[in-house]
């Protein structure tokens, strides 16, 4: 008949259709698969040992498609953790994540397992960049600070920087009552700042960084 299709030409387009089914199908299912909230931290918590963050990225469902090949699908990802994690979302931070990603997965096994600390003590550790998070980690290993374990045994809390020092004394007045529980008289005047240079910074140290002061034990 005039005007009918080619048989072969039917049957090449009824191929390409099938394959844009099945690739938007994948697709899908990738999609409705991913992990978030508490479900993803949980997942992230249960493989920080076992994972590289490429492999929890893909493990979590965000993957994106090219060619039938699976890619991590890494802003998505950084984003819905920062989103669990009750962070205000912010994109900027999310595309840094991205780029430590690869900074994070070139860390010997020692040195992310310590940043893996690191983050979960200090939080906002997500929003900066790879080469900002190893100064820090450089500058804990001038206090013999190499490992998960020596931070989290070593760390007590970080405060604000103040210009007059004042955070020496906020973390002395920290230590009595919130650490030690002691409950002072309302009387009582205490120079808590002269007490951190007469007592506490023989058994503390501190570092200033990116507009913190991270406080430490010396007996760790």
Avoid at 27 to 44: F, H, K, P, S, W
Avoid at 69 to 80: K, L, N, R, S
Avoid at 113 to 133: A, H, Q, T, V
Wanted: proline residues 2%.
């Amino acid at each position: 008949m005039q005007g009918a299709m080619p048989c072969c030409s039917l049957t090449l387009m009824c191929h390409l259709f099938t394959n844009v089914l099945h690739m938007t199908t994948i697709q899908m299912e990738a999609n409705t698969a991913r992990l978030v909230g508490d479900e993803l931290l949980a997942y992230i918590n249960g493989n920080e040992s076992s994972m590289s963050k490429t492999q929890q990225c893909l493990g979590a469902g965000y993957v994106k498609y090219i060619d039938g090949i699976g890619y991590p699908q890494f802003t998505d990802f950084y984003t819905a953790i920062l989103e669990a994690r009750g962070i205000e979302r912010d994109i900027k931070d999310a595309e840094r994540k991205v780029e430590c990603s690869t900074w994070y997965d070139n860390l010997t096994e020692q040195d992310q397992e310590l940043y893996d600390m690191i983050e979960d003590r200090c939080p906002e550790f997500l929003k900066l960049n790879g080469e900002l998070c190893r100064e820090f980690m450089d500058e804990l290993s001038k206090y013999g600070i190499t490992t998960a374990e020596q931070f989290e045994d070593a760390y007590f809390t970080q405060l604000s920087y103040a210009y007059d020092e004042s955070h020496f004394g906020e973390f002395v007045e920290y230590m009595i009552t919130e650490v030690l529980c002691q409950e002072l008289p309302e009387y009582l005047v205490i120079d808590w700042q002269a007490s951190w240079y007469r007592n506490y910074q023989h058994d503390f140290f501190s570092i200033e960084f990116d507009g913190e002061v991270y406080f430490f034990s010396t007996h760790f």
